[in-house]
Structures are given as C-alpha cells and as structure tokens.
C-alpha cells in the first residue's frame, strides 16, 4: 500500500486496452490472408456496417441485464416488430421510396424509423410491466416468460402480416456503392455505420457524462446502494428498457434494409447473433457489446469469404474463444 | 411403488388420469382405429419421455437448456444415417445406438464443463447458440444428413407395416410389424421414465433439488455442485437421444423440422411447463395435452376461423386460423407461469399455486 496524501489526485482506474485492439489486431492479420487489399477494405466496411447494426439491436439487452438483472429472451420481437412497422410507412410512400433524391428518401426513412423505435420502446412498456415485472429477481420464470412473450409476438405478426416474406426495397439514392480507386463500398453500409456510431457516441455521451449515465452505471454496478440512496431504480429500469426496445426497433429497420426483406422469423436468427454479441462483451458494458458486435460481424465477414463452410460455426468458435481468455466476457462490469 | 420408486402421484385425481392416459395409450391400436390416432399415441409417448428428461434439468436443477433438441436430434440421425447407410437390418439399429448414445453424452459434457468455466446465468445463451449452431450444420452438411430433406430409410423386416405377426381371424385385431413399432416405442419410453423416476428420487435427485434451492449451501455441504450438474446435463442428454432414436424409427425419417428445429424447443417447454415442472408426472400430462391439442385443436380452430370470417369479423379469422396455434399456446404458456408455476401436476397435488416447483 501506497500512502496517498489528500491533496493528491485520485487514482485512476486502469484502462483494459486489450479488448479494444482485438478487432483491430484481427482485421490486420486478415490483410494477409485475404490477399487483395481492395477485397480486404470492402470486407472491413461489411463487418464494420453489420457491427454496427447488431451493436444498435445487442445495446438495448446488455444494459436491461446489467441494470436489472433481467435475461430477456424476447428482445428479438422488438426488432421484428420494428422492422414490420417500417414496412408500413414504406408500402404507402412507395413512390417516395423510389425517387432517386436522397432528401425526399430519408423524408421517408427518418419517419419510418421514428415510429418503429415509438412503437418498439411503447411495446416495451408493455413487456416490461405485464410480463417482466412479476418476475423480478427469478431467472428461471425470467426465461420461461419472455420466451412466452417471443412466441406470442412472432404468431401476432403472422396473424397479422402473413406468414410470406416481405420485401422491403433499399430506397434509390442508397443503392449502389461508393467507389474509390478499386475499392467498392456499399452506400447503405456508410449510412448504417453513421448511425451506428451515432448511437453508440450517444449511449456513451449519456452514460458518462450525465447524472441518468451515472445512476445507471451505479445501478449496474451495486443496485442496492441506489436504491439505498432514495434513488427509484425501477423506473430508471423501466426507462433503460424502452429505450433498449426502441433501439431494437431501429436495428430491425436497419437490419431489414440491409437485407431488403422482413420476416418475422428474423427475430429468432438474430436472437441469437446478439446474445454471442452480450455474451462476449460481458453483461451490462456498452463498450463491451460494440467490440463484441464488430467482432462477430467480422468473424462472420472475413469467415464467410476464407472459409465459407466455416461461417456456420464461427460465432460459437468466438465465444468459446473469448470466453477462454475471459471467462465473464470482454469487460465484466456487474459483480454477479 | 418399488415401480414408481416411492414416489406416487400423491393425488387421487391426478393418478386416476395418469392411468387413464397410460390405459388409452396402451390400447391404443385396439381402441382407436386409424393411423392417425396411433401416430398421435405413439408421438405422446416419445415427448413424454423426451419432456421428462427435459424436466431433469429445467425442474430438478433449474437450470435452462435450450440445446435439449440437439441431442434429441443427434439420436435421431444417428439411427437415421446408419439404417439408411448398412441398409435395413438389426447391425445398422444397434450401430446408430452405439454411436448416438455416447455422442450426445460426450455433447452434453462438453457443454457442461464449458458453461460451468463461465458464468452460470450464460447456460441458457449458450446453450441456445451451439444448438442453432448444430441445427445449421446439421442441414448444411447434406452428404450425411441429407441436408432440409431429411434421410428416409427402412426398418429391420420384424418392425414394418407388411409384416404379419398374428393374423386378423384369431382374435380379430391383426398385429402387425407397425404395431410391435409401436409397443417396441411404448415400452422403452415408459422404462426412460421410470429411470428418470428412480434417477429424481435417489439421493443424487435430492442433491439436484437442493442445488436448485441454492446452489451456495449445496455446495457450503460438501456436494460438488460441478459434478452434479453435469451429471445430471448427461443423464438428460441420453434420454433425449433415446427418445429421438425412438422418434426416428416410428417416422422411418429423420429431419430438420422432426427432430432439430427451434419450435420443437419451444414445445417441450410449454409442455414442462404446463405439466407441471419437477414432477416427472407432468411430462406425461404436458406432453398429452399438448399433443392432442397440436393434432386435433387445430382442426377445431379451422372451424372457429372459418365461422369467424363469415360473420365478417376484422382480425379473428387470421387468429384464429389454425397456423396460429402456437399463439394460443404461448398465452397458454405465460398464463401458467403466472398463475400455476407449478403445472397441473402441482395444481392437482397442493390444490394451488403456492408450492411452486421452482422459483429461482
């Protein structure tokens, strides 16, 4: 022990660093292996763009478990959801949808988005309160409902929508791709990596440098110590948890454009994509989660153009990885 | 009781409908003539043995496996490839038992021992990611699975429909290769549950219990908790590949869609669940319920929808169309977490919901 005298700085916590050039370090090996430069920057745009998407979607679950202890299996019903209202918007606006001037297609988009995450984080007060609030603290019961709710929601969109797929055209201005010396890279993916900065520049901005930011790392950090501290941490939950629905939403939009088509079964394919992405960052650490996210959609990138029998198992061989280094995932933020 | 291995269903209701349900099932082929009626039977009885072993693990150490299909599904190609592989013979059906088996275990175990390195609360997500993991690569890899189609393949001589055991004019029923099927499935799902009877009420079950109550002071006794649970993944596992091998060789087929797939999961949820978890007896109620609702409630809501769109009315046609099911089932499903967490094995045995089977 150091003596510390009270006119000294605090000590600052340690930067872990090694998390945050893993995706960097891989993206470097892969120059080799893939051998064209070009392919190599159109790949790392890829990863980059899907990263950032399934950052957006994983974000929202990630914090809801690290705040409340709540293992949501049915956050993969917000991004359907979201991307079926976005389909809604698009179907009457078809027009709009089509003209080749990107400020009449985001006219379009901007609103599109807006009411899915509206109608996403308005579904989440619905969840939250019907389905997760007489189950707090049980995981078992935690599982067993929000899975319940997840068939629920998927069947509800059948009914309503129709079991057949449907397509959801990328609008006109951002097909096609930037190109640059040899280099092609989709307009599309600049957009949603953009967005997917945005988002995680914003989370961060909120979670750091705000009094909510700082309540709720506090809460994910010691719950009983906010509350002991007059602070009502159930609905700063609650809060955390449309906001986590709404982002859902918007993943789903961004999701369903990127694949130009929406199902209600993408719920459960992603399901899974993002609890890798959680599972891997650690419980509860935003940072975490888009290190995790890059690196799943660059495992899933570089995987599926080396070897592409190998992609079908790459997530799983990623997660044991990590979890071999670090057993809690990347950053373990909660104490449980 | 040496049978059920102490362990009675402690009610008189709840034992007069077990009886009832094991009565009709053996007498199926007797009773209830038609090959859809012994589909059903025999489909009963592989879920409840497939449900029960799932109930070891979700009911008696309350841990959530969402990977239980995988091994339900290795058992089954196991006998799938070899019969469709040797050709129908006797060899092929003990190979793809000596293979699946051990398989599913070795599975079962390096799960185990993997998510217990990690944290606990990851089980469920793992779990759920290496059995979508298995599920892709099992319909990828079509030189040996025969990929979205499934392998079709034909039993050993004994066990086919032409064959003839005991003609018509001697007791009037005709005993045929089909029904010995059958029985042969009736049999050995009755003998995996009373294992799993004996399994629950041996000390090792006890161990499990206490380790589901809390994991710390089972573990602050001296019991390796480590050890059990994956002990009791293993068990699990075996049966569920039992149950598959049992599945496949009453369809002649095993595929993505009988044998793998996500919804499959989901029903042997909904059937613990609404069985009554960690009951073992709930298995066979859940997965009765179940099953005749999936095969003959469908029908009665065909005519639901049907009524519904003649009289005009918005929305109920689509929800009530008979694909949508599952949606009834899901409420079904979250009703019983919320009102009878303890299935209708505990209803049936507390008259309420109070001594809920598991809560943590």
């Given at each position: 022990m150091t003596e510390l005298a009270?006119?000294?700085?605090?000590p600052k916590p340690k930067r872990d660093i090694a998390p945050i050039l893993l995706p960097i370090a891989l993206a470097l090996v892969m120059i080799p292996l893939v051998g064209s430069p070009s392919t190599w920057l159109t790949l790392t745009a890829a990863s980059l763009a899907m990263g950032m998407m399934i950052f957006i979607m994983a974000s929202g679950l990630t914090l809801v478990f690290g705040l409340m202890d709540v293992l949501n299996f049915g956050h993969g019903a917000f991004i359907a959801v979201g991307a079926y209202i976005a389909t809604l918007v698009f179907a009457p606006f078809a027009a709009s949808v089509q003209a080749d001037s990107l400020l009449v297609n985001l006219a379009v988009l901007a609103p599109a988005a807006l009411l899915s995450m509206a109608v996403s984080g308005a579904l989440g007060l619905v969840v939250e309160r019907v389905l997760i609030l007489p189950v707090y603290g049980q995981h078992l019961k935690q599982i067993l409902m929000t899975t319940g709710g997840l068939i629920v929601a998927e069947q509800t969109l059948y009914a309503l929508w129709g079991p057949q797929i449907i397509p959801m055209p990328l609008p006109a201005s951002l097909r096609g791709s930037f190109i640059l010396g040899d280099v092609a890279i989709a307009k599309y993916r600049v957009l949603a990596m953009l967005i997917g900065l945005a988002v995680f520049i914003a989370i961060q901005l909120v979670l750091n440098r705000t009094k909510l930011g700082l309540l709720i790392r506090a809460g994910v950090e010691n719950r009983e110590m906010v509350e002991a501290l007059g602070y009502r941490i159930r609905r700063l939950f609650l809060g955390v948890f449309m906001t986590g629905s709404a982002l859902a939403g918007l993943g789903g939009v961004m999701w369903a454009l990127y694949r130009e088509q929406v199902h209600a079964s993408m719920s459960d394919e992603l399901t899974v994509l993002i609890f890798v992405v959680v599972i891997i960052g650690g419980l509860g650490s935003i940072g975490g989660c888009f290190i995790g996210a890059i690196l799943v959609a660059m495992v899933a990138n570089y995987g599926g153009f080396l070897v592409p029998k190998l992609a079908l198992v790459s997530n799983i061989l990623l997660m044991v990885a990590i979890l071999m280094w670090r057993p809690r995932g990347l950053y373990a933020v909660t104490s449980r | 009781m040496m049978i059920l291995s102490g362990d009675p269903p402690r009610s008189r209701v709840l034992t007069l409908i077990l009886v009832v349900i094991i009565l009709a099932l053996a007498a199926t082929p007797f009773l209830f003539p038609g090959a859809k009626a012994l589909n059903v039977a025999a489909k009963i009885c592989v879920f409840a043995a497939l449900v029960a072993s799932y109930d070891l693990l979700?009911?008696?150490?309350?841990s959530v496996s969402f990977a239980h299909t995988m091994f339900y599904g290795i058992g089954s190609y196991a006998i799938a490839i070899t019969l469709y592989g040797m050709g129908p013979n006797w060899a092929a059906v003990a190979t793809g038992i000596v293979v699946g088996l051990p398989l599913a275990a070795l599975l079962a175990l390096a799960i185990g021992l993997f998510s217990l390195r990690?944290?606990?609360?990851?089980f469920a997500m793992i779990t759920l990611a290496v059995a979508s993991a298995f599920q892709v690569l099992a319909s990828q890899l079509s030189w040996l699975t025969?990929?979205?189609?499934g392998r079709s393949f034909q039993l050993p001589e004994l066990l086919r429909?032409?064959?003839?055991?005991?003609?018509?004019?001697?007791?009037?029923?005709e005993i045929n290769g089909r029904i010995l099927t059958f029985y042969l499935v009736f049999a050995v799902s009755a003998l995996m549950i009373l294992a799993l009877l004996r399994v629950v009420n041996s000390p090792f079950g006890r161990v499990l219990q206490a380790i589901r109550e809390n994991r710390f002071r089972a573990e602050a006794l001296g019991f390796r908790t480590v050890f059990h649970l994956t002990y009791a993944n293993c068990l699990a596992a075996l049966v569920a590949a039992g149950a598959g091998i049992l599945n496949a060789l009453w369809l002649r087929y095993a595929g993505p869609d009988t044998s793998l797939s996500f919804s499959i999961m989901l029903d042997i949820l909904l059937m613990v669940v609404i069985g009554g978890m960690?009951?073992?007896y709930g298995a066979i109620i859940g997965a009765t319920i179940f099953i005749l609702a999936q095969n003959y409630l469908q029908s009665l809501m065909g005519v639901a929808s049907k009524a519904a769109s003649e009289a005009g009315l918005p929305l109920l046609p689509g929800l009530l169309h008979?694909?949508?099911w599952l949606l009834w089932l899901g409420l079904l499903f979250i009703a019983s977490v919320y009102f009878?967490?303890?299935g209708v094995v505990g209803r049936l045995r507390h008259g309420g919901g109070k001594n809920a089977a598991s809560s943590h």
């Open positions: 009270a006119s000294d700085p605090l | 979700l009911g008696y150490t309350g990690v944290a606990a609360i990851f025969g990929g979205e189609d429909p032409g064959t003839v055991l005991i003609s018509k004019n001697l007791f009037g029923f960690g009951t073992i008979p694909d949508r009878f967490p303890s």
